[in-house]
């Protein structure tokens, strides 16, 4: 069986490295809040181009303490409207909820899956306070439209860039396009730490020093609480085993690269459609493949044909966040084009645990696949 994810097997790479620095966190006897933490935060703000980078407990936590900071900086206030992608994967939603802030769900292109920047302008009214753009799959949303309206009605972003570490427009990565974007480290993420982890890169020295108090139950100085804050905080040992992660961040997304080009050049199957990149070709390089997301109207038998085949896939995502029973209230909404999505998605396995005889072996298998 060629497993969709490997995670024991991309984490062997590296496992030297990792568990050198793992003794060396249990050895020193600081576990929380020391300078692994403080390395970490720096090298990744560096990668992503960034002043800060926040640690935080996952990324959930990243998307709801930017918008719970935002509100104590007077900048949010309950009700205030959010625009988000209707096709998202549910934690975006999920931060908006958790605020008392209420999400607006705008479709997304068909082709990139990411937000349209067109419908977004259609959604805006007088309470439109944020728009929260979702990198999906690991290709930058319409950053270059997406920041003009924002500009032009006065609008704070936040990036949710989850899926897309690395990613790039116009040599400006994830997480340096908005005022503040959210990451997670779940470990299937592109940059996966050993357990939970996540991050908020901001250029705003201000948010950057509310997060801190946030994150550390709303104390940056211990036994002084200024505002009513949470325990989320990224530990030592996380920190350490990301930081090594971070180092080979770059050539992990060349191996998902040059299998996304191989699928792309070679996968030539009228039920399958395969993702496509709007602007241009050239954009590909940007894309950082944290999941290669085709669309078919057979996908049952599709996925069927493949695990007969040895190949697992799986459905980023089968319920969209509106028809969840989570929330009621939106189950009777329309939207086609995300429904649409749901329907016809399936991932096909990506990654450094795959060599290219599985990636040869999965073309010819797609091409082989009739109904
Ligand atoms: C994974 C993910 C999150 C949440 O990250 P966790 O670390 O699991 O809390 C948020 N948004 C998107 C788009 C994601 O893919």
Sequence with gaps: MIPFLDLKNINQQYRNELIMACTRVIDSGWYIGGKELETFEQNFARYCGTQFAIGVANGLDALILTLRAWKELGKLQDGDEIIVPANTYIASILAITANNLTPILVEPDLTTYNIDPIKIQQAITPKTRVILPVHLYGQLADMPKIMEIAKQHNLLVLEDSAQSHGAQLQG???G???????FSFYPGKNLGALGDAGAVTTNDAELANM??????YGSHEKYKNLIPGV???LDEIQAAMLDIKLKYLDQEITHRRQIANLYLSKIRNS???LPLDKINASEYKQHVWHLFVVR???????QKYLADHGIQTL???PIPPHKQQAY??????????SEQIHNEVLSLPIGSHLNFEDVNLIIQVCNEFKN
């Excluded at 009621?328 to 084009?337: A, H, V």
């Design 172 to 174: 400006k990565k994830a």
């Design 176 to 182: 340096n396009w908005g005022d503040a974007s959210g």
């Design 211 to 216: 997060l801190k108090a946030l994150r550390n």
């Design 231 to 233: 325990n989320s905080r």
């Design 271 to 273: 039920y399958i459609k």
């Design 296 to 302: 078919t109207d057979q996908r049952e038998a599709l």
């Design 315 to 317: 459905i980023h995502y």
């Design 328 to 337: 009621k209230e939106m189950n009777s909404m329309s939207l086609p084009i």
